[in-house]
C-alpha cells in the first residue's frame, strides 16, 4: 500500500481532533499542499533506504512524503500532543511498521538519535531555526546534507557570502560545516494559517573532512561573535576584547593573521575567523 499524504482538511480535522491552534509562540506554520512536501523532499534528494531527521514534524505532512519516498524517518517533535498523534496518522496513511520513529523532546536539547539520521529534511519555526540548525550539526557529525525551509531572511543570511549585506554570524558559523545555497521559494498561501512573512528553501551538504575540532569551533564563534556584535566597527576595536583587551594587541593579531585591522567581520570568511581564532592561541576566552 503506498503511502498518501494529507490534504488541506484532513491537516485542519486532525488539528481541531488534538485542539492545536497553531502558534506564533512556536512558530507554527502547517503545510497544508502536497505539492510543496513533495518538491522538499525532491529537492533534498531523498532517497530510499535512507535514514533522515525531521525537527518540528507537526501533524505529518512533511514526514508522510519523506516516507512515500521510501526513507525512514526519525521525528523531533516537542508538542506531546504532536508526538502521540504522529504514529497513528503514519498507519492510516499505509506506513510500513519501523518506518517512523518518534523523538518527544526539545530539538534544542536532543542529544541522541534512534537510526543514526545521515540526512535532515525539516520545516523549522522561524523563532529558532539557526539555533536549532547549529545544534543538529554540531551533535550529529552523521548528517551530511539536507534542506530545510525557513523564513526567506534567515535563508539568505545562512547562504550569504562574505561581502553580502546579510552576511553575519549565522551565515559563518552555518559555513563552519560546509556550503550552503538557496534551493527554491515557497508561496505563503501553501501554510495554514498564512504567514506574513516568506519562505524559503535551503539545502547545506557537510564537508567531507571535520574543519576543525570542537575547541577550535568554539574558539572560532568567540571570534564571530566578537565581530559581529560590534558589525559597524573595525575589528581592531571589536575584538579589542577577546584579542588581549587593547586595539593594539587585536591588530596584533590581526596583522599575524593576514586580515586588515580595519577591516569588518562582514569581510571574512570562515576560514579567515579561524584563523585568527588559531594565532589569538591561550589567550582567547572560550565560553
Known amino acids: 500500500m503506498p503511502v498518501q499524504l494529507l490534504g488541506a482538511g484532513e491537516i485542519r480535522a486532525l488539528a481541531a481532533e488534538l485542539d492545536v491552534t497553531p502558534t506564533k509562540k512556536l512558530g507554527q506554520n502547517f503545510v497544508v499542499d502536497a505539492n510543496t512536501v513533495r518538491k522538499i523532499v525532491h529537492v533534498a534528494d531523498v532517497r530510499p533506504g535512507e535514514s533522515v531527521v525531521e525537527i518540528g514534524p507537526g501533524l505529518g505532512s512533511l514526514t508522510l512524503a519523506i516516507l512515500e519516498a521510501g526513507a525512514s524517518v526519525t521525528a523531533v517533535e516537542i508538542d506531546a500532543r504532536l508526538a502521540a498523534r504522529l504514529p497513528g496518522t503514519a498507519t492510516a496513511h499505509g506506513v510500513a511498521d519501523g518506518a517512523l520513529q518518534v523523538v518527544a523532546a526539545d530539538a534544542l536539547r536532543v542529544s541522541d538519535l534512534p537510526g543514526r539520521p545521515t540526512v535532515l529534511v525539516a520545516n523549522l519555526p522561524y523563532n529558532v ?42 551565515s559563518a558559523k552555518a559555513a563552519w560545516y560546509g556550503p550552503w545555497r538557496l534551493a527554491g521559494t515557497v508561496s505563503r498561501q501553501v501554510f495554514w494559517p498564512v504567514p506574513n512573512v516568506d519562505s524559503v528553501l535551503v539545502a547545506f ?33 571589536a575584538l ?23 577591516a569588518r567581520g562582514e569581510e571574512l570568511s570562515i576560514d579567515d575567523f579561524q584563523r585568527i581564532a588559531a594565532i589569538a592561541g591561550g589567550d582567547l576566552p572560550v565560553r
Open 240 to 262: 579589542a576584547d577577546v584579542l588581549g583587551g587593547s586595539s593594539s594587541s587585536a591588530s596584533a593579531v590581526l596583522e599575524h593573521a593576514g586580515v586588515r585591522a580595519t
Open 129 to 170: 531555526s539557526v539555533p536549532v540548525l547549529l545544534h543538529f550539526l554540531e551533535t550529529f557529525p552523521e548528517l551530511q546534507r539536507g534542506v530545510v525551509m525557513v523564513q526567506a531572511e534567515v535563508g539568505e543570511r545562512l547562504a550569504a557570502p562574505p561581502g553580502s549585506k546579510v552576511y553575519g554570524a549565522p
Open 205 to 237: 551538504t557537510r564537508d567531507a573532512s571535520p574543519r576543525g575540532t570542537d575547541r577550535e569551533r568554539l574558539r572560532t564563534f568567540a571570534i564571530v561573535d566578537a565581530a559581529f556584535r560590534q558589525r559597524r566597527k573595525m575589528l581592531r576595536q
